[in-house]
């Protein structure tokens, strides 16, 4: 079974930034990629940015330039550092691992993120 634990959420004014943290354990043989994905008000989730094993990264239009996602391999944790934050930005934040192995997915609980204009 795999964990994941999630910090770094909370309330900022637009134009601020947050750190968002994921630390895996448990099986996580056979990770492949981590990342974010975001559930705003009145939308399906959608993926914010994540990250491959090898290094490669995937930004969604709305994040790229304003976000950067990192891997600590070693601590299996990655982080998402997000700048100049909107109000539609607000949302709850998750962190999902994948693997080549079942289970193939895990998602953590997810931690909202609010934007105040």
């Known amino acids: 079974q795999v964990q994941l634990v999630e910090s770094g959420g909370g309330l900022v004014q637009a134009g601020g930034s947050l750190r968002l943290s994921c630390a895996a354990s448990g099986n996580i043989f056979g990770m492949t990629v981590m990342g974010w994905y975001r559930q705003v008000p009145g939308k399906q989730r959608e993926l914010v940015a994540d990250v491959h094993i090898g290094g490669d990264t995937t930004y969604a239009d709305f994040a790229r330039g304003r976000s950067t996602i990192s891997m600590d391999v070693a601590r299996n944790t990655i982080s998402l550092q997000m700048n100049n934050l909107k109000p539609e930005d607000t949302g709850v934040y998750y962190c999902?691992?994948?693997?080549?192995?079942?289970?193939?997915?895990?998602w953590g609980q997810g931690t909202q993120v609010t934007v105040s204009s």
């Open positions: 999902r691992l994948t693997r080549q192995y079942a289970p193939y997915r895990t």
